[in-house]
């Protein structure tokens, strides 16, 4: 079982900058995929950013060369470096914790989500 927990939504200009942090507790955190999902009104959630157990990442075109995510396995943490925002940005952030054992059992979690509203 792991518990995920957002922060550092907030209300930002565009062209700002923000951190998301997602602090984890339960289970052994270094071997659960992350991910940051975000979901605006009336639309589908997509993925924004990934970063595997091993480091590796990849991200949505639409955020490539402004958002960075990263890890922190000593203090079970995974950031999302958000920067040059848009109003497009405008969402609700999820933290996500996947992982798939051995014998193909799947195991995800889900935070609470944290606003994020671009706007002058």
């Known amino acids: 079982q792991v518990q995920l927990v957002e922060s550092g939504g907030d209300l930002v200009q565009p062209g700002g900058s923000l951190r998301l942090s997602c602090a984890a507790s339960?289970?052994?955190?270094?071997?659960?995929?992350m991910a940051w999902y975000r979901q605006a009104p009336e639309k589908q959630r997509e993925l924004v950013a990934a970063?595997?157990?091993?480091?590796?990442?990849n991200y949505a075109d639409s955020v490539k060369g402004r958002f960075t995510i990263s890890r922190d396995k000593a203090k079970k943490t995974v950031y999302l470096q958000m920067n040059s925002l848009k109003p497009e940005d405008t969402a609700v952030y999820y933290c996500?914790?996947?992982?798939?054992?051995?014998?193909?059992?799947?195991?995800?979690?889900w935070g609470q989500g944290t606003q994020v509203t671009v706007s002058s």
């Open positions: 339960g289970s052994i955190f270094g071997i659960y995929n």
């Open positions: 970063i595997t157990s091993g480091g590796s990442t």
């Open positions: 996500n914790a996947n992982r798939v054992d051995i014998l193909g059992g799947k195991y995800e979690y």
